[in-house]
C-alpha cells in the first residue's frame, strides 16, 4: 500500500530469482515496445535518439505498476514458508549489551495523544535475530539511526536525493500505445535545476503512468515540485495524451540520487541495508528495483553463510561481513560505477547543457570509464539560497482538468493517520520554523511538501505567524525530513500501518 514507482523495471535480478516468473503469473505484462527521450521547451520537444545498446536503453525492459509488482513478490515468498506482517511498522531498533543489533520492535497501537494508552490498546512486538537485513526505503528513519550508531556514513559523501510525483490516469484508448515509454529533461525547469519526467502507457486498460523526478539540491526556495508537476502536464505533447481522460491516483516520494559515492558501509554488527536503504539506484536510468532485488539476494547469501559458520554461535549479533564483498564484486556495483558521474555533472554552471553533453561522452560513450570521480557538493539541505536572492516562482491556477489542487490529489492517495495518536513529525525546536525557515528562506516546508502537511498560518493574536503541521496529511515521501535547511523535522513512524494506501501506485 505505500509502494509508488514509475516504473520500468529490468528484469536482470527477477531472471536470477525466478527464471519461471513469465510462467508464474507475474504482473509483469506489458514489454517495452517503444522508447523515447526528448528535451522539453516551453512549447516544444527536441528529441535524442535512443539506440539499442545504449545504457538508458529500455529494450527487454517491462512497464508495471510497482505496488502489484511488490503484492506478486510478497505472494511468491509465502509460498516458501516466509511470514509476512503487512500493517505492523519497525519503530525501533534493538541492541545486545556489546552493541550489536538485537532486531526491531514494532510500535505500541492504541495510545492517546498525551501518551496515555487507549482501551484498544496493543502493546508491540520484539523480533529477534542473529542478522537483521534493513530494507526501508530512501531515507528510512531506522537506517537513518544505525548510520549514526556506526558511523556508516564517514567514508562516503551525504546521499543526494530527489522527489518523484507521479500519477495515474485513465486515457481516451484512441491515444494509448502499450508499451510507449517517454523520458524527458528541460522544461518546466531552469537548466540549473536537476529534474525530468516519464511517461509510459501500461498495458492493462487504458492507463498511462505519468510523473516529474525533481532534484532536492534546488537552490530556489520559492520552487515548489507540487506546482511544477501540474505546470508540466500542460506541456502541448502531454497534455495531447491526458485531455479527455480521467485521474485516479496520485502519490509522491523521496528517491536517493547519490550512486557510488553515496553508498556507506553496508554491514554493522548483528545486520546489514539493502536496496534503497544505502541506496542503490541507477540515476540515468532512474531504475532501481533490480539492484534493490539484487541486493536483497546478496544479503541472503551472506546471511546464510555468516550463521553457519562455526563461530555464529559466540556472537549475539552477527555481522555479514561478506555480504560488502559480494555487492562490490556484482553487477550492481559495475552498474553504479558506470554512472557515478552523470549526477553530479549537472552541477556545473552549465547545468542541464553541461550534464547532457558530460553523460553523453562519458556514460553513453565511454560507459563510465574516466580515471576521476566527481562530488556532489555537499547535503541537499544545505543547497537553498536566502528568499531575499531569489525570484518568487509564479505558477498558473489549476484548471481541474488537467491540473489539480493539492487536497484533491492528497485524497487520491488514502492516507489516513488517527488524529489522537503521538505525532509522528516532530520538530526539534518549535521555534526555528519561524525564526529561522521563514524569515531567511520563505517557509520552504509549505512547498517542498507533497501533501499540504506544512502551512504557517497566523497566531491568535494576529501578531506573527506560527507553522501548522496536518500530519493527517502525510503521504511518506520523506521530503521533510531531508530538505528541512535547519534540520529541525523528524519523522518517525506513526502506529501499525497507517499513511496512504495507494492501489497498485
Not at 71 to 81: M, S
Request: aromatic residues 10%; glycine residues 12%; contains cysteine.
Amino acid at each position: 500500500a505505500h509502494t509508488l514507482s514509475g516504473a520500468c523495471i529490468e528484469t536482470r535480478a527477477l531472471d536470477e530469482l525466478f527464471p519461471d516468473w513469465k510462467e508464474r503469473d507475474s504482473p509483469l505484462k506489458t514489454p517495452v515496445k517503444k522508447d523515447t527521450f526528448a528535451i522539453l521547451t516551453k512549447n516544444g520537444r527536441i528529441p535524442i535518439p535512443v539506440f539499442k545498446g545504449m545504457p538508458m536503453n529500455n529494450h527487454g525492459n517491462y512497464l508495471v505498476r510497482l505496488g502489484s509488482f511488490v503484492r506478486w513478490l510478497g505472494q511468491q515468498a509465502e509460498e516458501l514458508g516466509v511470514e509476512m506482517y503487512p500493517g505492523y511498522a519497525a519503530s525501533e531498533v534493538l541492541f545486545h549489551e556489546d552493541g550489536s543489533v538485537k532486531g526491531i520492535a514494532t510500535n505500541d497501537v492504541g495510545i492517546n495523544k498525551d501518551g496515555s494508552p487507549k482501551e484498544i490498546f496493543e502493546r508491540g512486538m520484539e523480533l529477534h535475530a542473529k542478522i537483521t537485513i534493513f530494507g526501508e526505503g530512501c531515507h528510512g528513519h531506522l537506517s537513518k539511526q544505525l548510520f549514526k550508531r556506526f558511523d556508516l556514513r564517514k567514508n562516503c559523501e551525504p546521499q543526494s536525493y530527489g522527489i518523484g510525483l507521479k500519477e495515474l490516469w485513465e486515457v481516451d484508448p484512441s491515444k494509448h500505445q502499450p508499451g510507449l515509454v517517454e523520458h524527458t529533461v528541460g522544461w518546466p525547469f531552469d537548466k540549473l535545476t536537476y529534474g525530468g519526467s516519464f511517461l509510459y502507457h501500461l498495458d492493462e486498460g487504458p492507463l498511462v503512468s505519468i510523473g516529474v523526478v525533481v532534484g532536492l539540491d534546488y537552490t530556489n526556495p520559492y520552487l515548489n515540485p507540487f506546482k511544477e508537476f501540474q505546470r508540466f502536464k500542460h506541456h502541448p505533447s502531454v497534455e495531447a495524451v491526458l485531455r479527455g481522460g480521467r485521474r485516479i491516483g496520485y502519490g509522491a516520494r523521496a528517491l536517493n540520487e547519490g550512486g557510488l559515492q553515496s553508498i556507506p558501509k553496508l554491514t554493522f554488527p548483528g545486520g546489514c541495508l539493502i536496496g534503497c536503504s544505502p541506496g542503490f539506484l541507477n540515476v540515468p536510468k532512474i531504475k532501481g528495483t533490480h539492484n534493490a532485488m539484487k541486493s536483497g539476494m546478496l544479503a541472503a547469501e551472506s546471511v546464510f553463510e555468516t550463521i553457519s559458520s562455526e563461530k555464529s554461535s559466540e556472537t549475539k549479533g552477527l555481522n555479514p561481513e561478506m555480504y560488502e564483498d559480494k555487492i562490490r564484486q556484482s553487477w550492481v556495483w559495475k552498474e553504479l560505477k558506470a554512472c557515478r558521474n552523470v549526477r553530479p555533472s549537472f552541477h556545473t554552471r552549465l547545468g542541464l547543457y553541461g550534464g547532457l553533453v558530460y553523460t553523453g561522452i562519458f556514460y553513453v560513450g565511454l560507459r563510465g570509464k574516466e580515471p576521476w570521480t566527481l562530488s556532489h557538493g555537499g547535503a541537499d539541505y544545505t543547497k537553498l539560497k536566502p528568499a531575499e536572492n531569489c525570484k518568487p516562482i509564479d505558477y498558473p491556477k489549476p484548471d481541474g482538468q488537467i491540473s489539480f489542487d493539492l487536497l484533491s490529489s492528497v485524497a487520491l492517495t488514502g492516507t489516513n493517520h488517527d488524529h489522537n495518536q503521538p505525532a509522528h513529525l516532530t520538530l526539534m525546536d518549535d521555534t526555528v520554523p519561524v525564526k529561522q525557515n521563514l524569515a531567511k528562506y520563505d517557509g520552504p516546508e509549505q512547498r517542498f511538501c507533497p501533501a499540504g502537511v506544512y502551512e504557517f498560518i497566523d497566531t491568535e493574536d494576529g501578531k506573527g505567524k506560527r507553522l501548522q503541521i496536518n500530519a493527517q496529511n502525510c503521504i511518506h515521501c520523506k521530503t521533510c525530513d531531508i530538505k528541512d535547511p535547519s534540520q529541525n523535522i523528524n519523522w518517525v513512524c506513526p502506529q501499525g500501518g497507517e499513511g496512504p494506501a495507494y492501489n497498485g501506485m
